[in-house]
Every structure is written in structure tokens, then in C-alpha cells.
């Protein structure tokens, strides 16, 4: 035999020279649930190591994932019900917690990147990241109100915001809003090709920002605005608009369902394509470990190192921190 592959495996120094994909703690970026308050610290039990955080506590997290090489963050607030009202007007209060949060990040770590959240459902009491009329979701006066909050959280200081409502045009709203109040500097990571999953239930756990089941007039779901889990091709016509809107990320979520679109969006766009690792799929991956019916220290980085090989060039995860860690002690 001419050619032995095997070769090439003979020895971990021979594989790492032979290695195509590469994955760092610089690719990943930790998720932080925030809310309201001092000296919280609350773990999500569908979501087992993730935690709500106060401020003083979300800083805590924030410094020990610098110190792995973690420096990207992206945060989504819980907000009290007696703040969310049909139109999300808390999202762009002065009094927001999630706002004052992001000052102190920033202030005490600049060098930190801080992605935000535009989306109406953690202020909506209704549930839903659209404006709801007459039992539909109403397309662009929801723009005007993701205008408003993506200004507040500019002002703020986020570095890059995270439209994540799946609007139509909401990324050319936002941007032409940015540029005009001289935020031309702050960037749009787009929630580009974010399907309709069945994964997303810890999630809605932490932040309780599931439609809101019951009224007549509210929509039991989100299939009218998020896209369907059956369609590949409608995620070029996403990543087009929103490439042309004025996008600087384009992400596909979730992840792990959702490889062969992952990989087409990165063959199809120049711009950096980034990955959510959503809630449901890294619970059902502690779960198995917890059970002992998979290694975490195993399984983890090869699912995280399969997203990187579809294609991401950043990947949103809860265990972004715990790589961080490993790749530490191998390091060391």
C-alpha cells in the first residue's frame, strides 16, 4: 500500500501536525443570565451549572472567565413581570438593570466584548419577541420598538448587538437608527437562520420568556417569525437580507441540529458565521454525563470541536468557560 492514513495518526505529536480544525476559548463565548438585585447567584435546574447573576456576581463570572481566555460575552436579562408591558418599554428605561449592568461590565472590563439581546419577549407580557395585534405578530411597528432598544443598549456600551426577534428588516432598522445617533462603531451579530426548536426550554426557564399561553389573541408560538426546522435554503435568503442590511455576524441557532446549515451559511457568505450551542443541547449532554453514560470531559470539546468544524467561526455555549478550563490544564 502506497498510501497509509494511519500514518498520520501514528502519535499525538504526528496528529497535531495533521489537524484541519482548530478550537480555542478566543472562538467561544459565555452566555451570562442577569437580573435584578445584589448577591444573587441562582442555579437554572434544567440548565445545570448556569446561573442568574446579580451584577456583583455576574462581575465575579466575568473575571474568572478572563483569567481562562474567555472574553466575550453575550447577556440576556430576567426581568420582573410587573415591568413588561404589550409594548417592551422597559427594555429602554433608564431604570433597566440590564442597561446598568452593562456600564459596570464595560467600566471595570473594557477590554471584554459585550453582545446584547434585541428582542421584545424578556419585557413583553405577551411572551413574544414581536409586537402583538389582533392575535398576529406585528412586523414593523415591532422595528420602531428594537430601534429604541437597541440605541439604549449602545448608549450603554455594548460592542456588538444581537438581534435575535427574526423581524423582517430589523437589521436595517437598527443599523440606520446606530448610524444616525453616531453608533456607527457598534456592531449587529444578526440572529440570522434562528429556527423554530424544540431546544430552547432551559433557556426560556431562566429568563420565563415563553409566549404567554391562554389569551385568545396571543400566539401559542413563535412558527410565524422564527423559521422552520425542515428548511435549508431559506437560510440563504435570511443571510443575503441581512448581509445587505448592514450585518457584521451572521448566526445560525441552534447548532448541533443545525450543522449542514452552519456549514452552508459559511460556504455561501464572507462575513463571520457564528453558532448558539442553545440551552436544550448542552442540557441533554449533561444529562447523559450525569447518568454516566457519557464522559463530559470527552464529549464536550468534540461536540463544541464538531460546530467549529461545520463552520462557525464563534460559538455561543454554556460551556464555554468549562473548555476554557480544560484547555488550560492541557496547556499546563
Keep these: 500500500m502506497l498510501r497509509r492514513p494511519r500514518r ?12 484541519e480544525t482548530h478550537l480555542s476559548p478566543g472562538h467561544l ?9 445584589k448577591g444573587v447567584r441562582e442555579e437554572i435546574s434544567s440548565l445545570p451549572g448556569s446561573f442568574r447573576l446579580s451584577t456583583d456576581e455576574a462581575l465575579k ?32 428605561s433608564n431604570d433597566n438593570f440590564y442597561l446598568h449592568a452593562a ?18 419577549d424578556p419585557y413583553s407580557s405577551d411572551g413574544h419577541d414581536g409586537f402583538v395585534y389582533g392575535g398576529q405578530i406585528v412586523n414593523d411597528e415591532t422595528l420602531h420598538i428594537l430601534q429604541k432598544m437597541a440605541l439604549a443598549q449602545a448608549e450603554a456600551g455594548f460592542d456588538i448587538l444581537g438581534p435575535s426577534d427574526m423581524m423582517d428588516g ?30 430552547y426550554g432551559p433557556f426560556r426557564d431562566a429568563l420565563d420568556s415563553a ?13 410565524t417569525y422564527q423559521m422552520n426546522p425542515a428548511n435549508r435554503r431559506e437560510a440563504l435568503i435570511e443571510g443575503e437580507l441581512d448581509t445587505m442590511e448592514g450585518a457584521d455576524f ?13 456549514f452552508l451559511m459559511k460556504q455561501s457568505f464572507e462575513l463571520p458565521i457564528a453558532a448558539y450551542h442553545v440551552s436544550g443541547e448542552c442540557a441533554m449532554l449533561l444529562a447523559a454525563c450525569r447518568n454516566g453514560w457519557l464522559d ?10 464538531s460546530i467549529r468544524r461545520a463552520g462557525a467561526d464563534v460559538i455561543i455555549t454554556y460551556f464555554a468557560k468549562d473548555f476554557a478550563k480544560m484547555a488550560r490544564g492541557r496547556r499546563e
Excluded: W
Excluded at 8 to 19: D, F, K, P, T, Y
Excluded at 296 to 305: K, N, R, S
Design 29 to 37: 463565548v459565555q452566555p451570562l443570565f442577569l437580573v435584578d438585585g
Design 296 to 305: 463530559y470531559q470527552q464529549a464536550m470539546p468534540e461536540t463544541l470541536l
Design 250 to 262: 451572521l448566526m445560525v441557532k441552534p447548532a448541533l441540529n443545525y450543522l449542514d446549515v452552519i
Design 211 to 223: 409566549p404567554k399561553a391562554g389569551a385568545e389573541d396571543i400566539p401559542k408560538d413563535k412558527k
Design 103 to 120: 456600564r459596570d461590565i464595560k467600566a471595570r472590563f473594557p477590554e471584554a466584548c459585550l453582545i446584547s439581546d434585541v428582542a421584545m
Design 61 to 92: 463570572e466575568v473575571e474568572s472567565c478572563m483569567e481562562l481566555g474567555v472574553k466575550s460575552f453575550i447577556a440576556f436579562p430576567k426581568v420582573a413581570d410587573e415591568l413588561k408591558d404589550k409594548r417592551a418599554t422597559h427594555s429602554y
Design 170 to 199: 430589523r437589521v436595517e432598522a437598527i443599523r440606520i437608527a446606530l448610524d444616525e445617533a453616531g453608533y456607527n462603531n457598534t456592531g449587529i451579530m444578526s440572529y440570522t437562520a434562528k429556527y423554530a426548536s424544540a431546544f
Design 8 to 19: 498520520n495518526r501514528r502519535s499525538a505529536a504526528i496528529r497535531g501536525l495533521a489537524q
